[in-house]
């Protein structure tokens, strides 16, 4: 059956009722309110919030780094709120790639180095040497990250999410301790592995100029989402300015 080049992407992730609350001791502190989501595949989708937003807490859900303390979540066929911790493990390493603020480079190791680390993991990983090549590092391949810049540094940590070419991958405020910019290069990589690879992507900002970027923009405050927001015409990062 031919697929029509009009219809809408599936669905890949399915929130509802979606919360979160951590306990310290005696008090409960929410994070996520009765969140309702759905993201679908290959979107480009920003969460734009203050600080204490939840913004971290639902990324940090989408990749199984948490479970929510009530409501469903799915991936796909993938219930991450019933999940275990080795299914959870196995979600994680066959599914996401994740990019932090703080790059989280071995310090001895090369950048060729520092993305191989996690091909052991993953069945068909990319060569390294196109991982590097999408991040525009290639000729870097041999350097340390204390000879490299901030932004060749999140690049090679952005290699190190892709090269086991995830389906999704979940940015938490990547471009948040560089300058202007080397913090566009970083997002222009970013938009070009969601453009180049269909990779669904989630970016966390404080950055509303950002948000330009995105497909839909979720504003979240006090753990719940304010509103969602489509850009009829999505800029590239090169326009965007801050």
């Known amino acids: 059956m031919p697929v029509d080049p009009n219809a809408a992407p599936e669905v890949v992730f399915r929130a509802h009722g979606l919360s979160k609350t951590y306990h310290a001791g005696d008090v409960a502190v929410p994070a996520l309110r009765e969140v309702d989501l759905d993201i679908r595949r290959g979107e480009f ?62 310090p001895s190791l090369t950048a060729w180095e520092n993305v191989a680390l996690v091909t052991d993991i993953v069945e068909h990983p990319m060569p390294i040497a196109e ?48 300058d202007y910019a080397t913090g566009k290069l970083v997002l222009e990589t970013i938009a070009r592995i969601n453009a180049e690879l269909g990779t669904t992507a989630v970016v966390i900002t404080h950055n509303a100029a950002i948000a330009g970027m995105a497909d839909r923009v979720v504003y979240l405050g006090d753990g719940k989402i304010q509103r969602i927001e489509t850009n009829a015409h999505k800029l590239s990062p090169s326009e965007l300015s801050w």
Do not use: M, W
């Open 45 to 106: 989708l920003v969460l734009l919030g203050p600080s204490g937003s939840g913004k971290s807490t639902l990324l940090n859900i989408l990749g199984g780094l948490e479970v929510a303390s009530a409501g469903t979540l799915t991936y796909d066929d993938h219930d991450l709120t019933a999940a275990d911790d080795e299914a959870l493990t196995r979600y994680r390493r066959e599914h996401v790639g994740f990019v932090f603020q703080f790059y989280n480079l071995i």
């Open 131 to 178: 991982a590097l090549e999408r991040v525009g590092l290639g000729p870097r391949r041999d350097h340390f990250p204390s000879q490299l810049s901030g932004g060749e540094q999140q690049r090679v940590a952005i290699a190190r999410a892709i090269v086991k070419r995830p389906q999704v991958l979940l940015c938490d405020e990547p471009t948040g301790a560089l």
